[in-house]
């Protein structure tokens, strides 16, 4: 099919393009970028005037929900929620029931994943059988299946020397290990150790919980000579020792959710289980060292950290709550909202989603590789057309994800996603 893109801004980060034209695809391929051919005859045409052609967004985080927690969200409800939100490919992490741990599991989820024909998912394989923390998966086999990485989810590793034989075992095959940074013991709390987490009478999830993680990741990191992708990092002082690594020269990259981005732990409120969140929503200072990190560069990626949650797990008290939040449609408006109020503009904004995404995973992606988050031609022709004029009320019944809580209900956004393309193929109109 072939589908002209017409009178756009086309805003590509990774080339620096940002200019009013139109954008030719033909085959699932990008065949032009501003000037069409003279011989292109589409059969369809979308009028993308006053809209900003991007390239189609990346999320590092997304949980599907599926095998095992069919009530709280399916590949069916899930997916369709990642193309309206102009997310074309997403990370899921491997705390599925049963935890994918086996070939096969990975082989169906990727299956049933494909048949829909909406965002391409990229799994990540369990770094130990059942995230027990006891012994390594075979990670070739999963590999081989189809994991772009391994990881614990947010799952704490408790025996380091299971770490360390992982990080070595990672390193000698080139292969990415996914950690969030929390200390077992510490981690265990409710809310961020602080004034209102002391004043509400919630148990304390404190600074070290991070840094101490991160310190020993580090340290592994140094020994192994290992790649590793932090996920989720979310204080001030955490910024600091990943700013350190990098200035080191260890192999380590960084993303932030939209919540910790956006929230902290002021927005509780009155025990607000919509703020119940994982991990636990940080001071003021954490969070604009955070907007600042991404800004510079420290943090890779901005992800919706999308985790839907069923009602009934919900409405109970803060500390019975189950941890999450729906995220998918609304990672553009969040990150063109940070990108507002940071005034680090638009295309910087588009890039934590694309380009950044894109180098974490780097060769993982396959035939991907060359033209992930970015408009080239010759490329993959992953597309997102948003209206960035066009501002929009979070109204949770209107989510397609399964889950509706989500703490940025009510919130006015900007870009509104107009249509998202997968290889070519409308996977969303508007």
Known sequence: MKILIKNGRVIDPASGLDDVGDVAIAAGRIVSLKNTPPDFSPNRTVDATGCVVAPGLIDLAAR??????EHEGM????????????????????????????????????????????????????????????????????????????????VPMGNTLVLLRALQYAASFGYTVWL?????????????????ATRLGLSGVPVIAETIALHTIFELMRAT???????????????????????????VTADVSINSLHLTDMDIGYFDSRMRLNPPLRQQ????ALRQ?????????????????????????????????????????????????SGVGLARALATL??????????????????????????????????????????????????????FSGYQLPARVRCTLVAGQLAYEA
């Open 225 to 251: 000579g290992a790649r590793v992708h932090i996920c989720r990092i979310s204080s001030a002082a955490g910024v600091a020792l990943l700013e350190r690594a990098k200035a080191e020269g260890l192999d």
């Open 75 to 154: 590949l069916e409800s899930e997916l369709a929620a990642a193309v309206a939100g102009g997310v074309t490919s997403l990370v899921c992490p491997p705390d599925t029931d049963p935890v994918l741990d086996e070939p096969g599991l990975v082989e169906m989820l990727k299956f049933r994943a494909e048949k829909l024909h909406q965002s391409r998912v990229f799994p990540l394989g369990a770094l130990t059988r059942a995230l027990e923390g006891q012994s390594l998966t075979e990670m070739v086999e999963l590999t081989e299946a189809g994991c772009v990485g391994f990881s614990q989810a947010d």
């Open 285 to 288: 200072r954490d969070r604009d």
């Open 354 to 407: 694309t380009t950044g995404p894109a180098q974490v995973l780097g060769s993982t992606l396959g035939t991907l590789q060359a033209s992930a988050g970015q408009l080239v031609k010759g490329g993959v022709a992953d597309i997102c057309v948003f209206d960035t004029q066009s501002e929009w009320t979070v109204q949770t019944d209107a989510l397609r994800s399964q889950g509706k809580h989500t703490p």
């Open 64 to 69: 599907l929900r599926e095998p095992g927690h």
């Open 180 to 196: 969030r940074p929390q200390d077992g013991c510490l981690g265990g709390g409710v809310a961020a150790s602080g004034a209102l």
């Open 293 to 341: 990190a991404l800004a510079d560069g420290i943090i890779d990626a901005l992800v919706s950290d999308h985790t839907p949650v069923e009602a009934d797990a919900k409405t109970l008290p803060f500390a019975e709550a189950e941890p999450g939040a729906t995220g998918l449609e609304l990672l553009l408006g969040l990150a063109c909202k940070w990108g507002q109020d």
